[in-house]
């Protein structure tokens, strides 16, 4: 998936909360995207904010800051 795909969404669900208080919104920004997105599309938007976070709204920088390293399992 291309970065600015990522980045969209991330920032749309940070907007859905924008009008929450702003630790509350980071924190359902994050729930959020650790629920409802896939591992690999978790692991390429946190290393986009390690990389600088450029696009990205703030409150989707902290979230996505906070999420734990995604873990994948092998169905074999």
Same mark, same amino acid.
Do not use: F, I, V
């Given at each position: 998936m291309k970065d600015q795909d990522l980045i969209r969404m991330a920032n749309q669900i940070a907007k859905a909360f924008a009008y929450? !208080?702003?630790d509350y919104a980071i924190d359902e920004t994050r729930t959020h995207i650790r629920k409802f997105w896939e591992p690999r599309m978790r692991r390429q938007i946190?290393?986009?904010v390690a990389d600088g976070a450029q696009g %990205?709204? !703030?409150v989707a920088t902290k979230a996505i &800051?906070? %999420?734990p390293e995604p873990i994948e399992f092998? &169905?074999?």
């Open positions: 929450y !208080p702003e946190m290393k986009y %990205l709204d !703030p &800051a906070g %999420l092998n &169905a074999g």
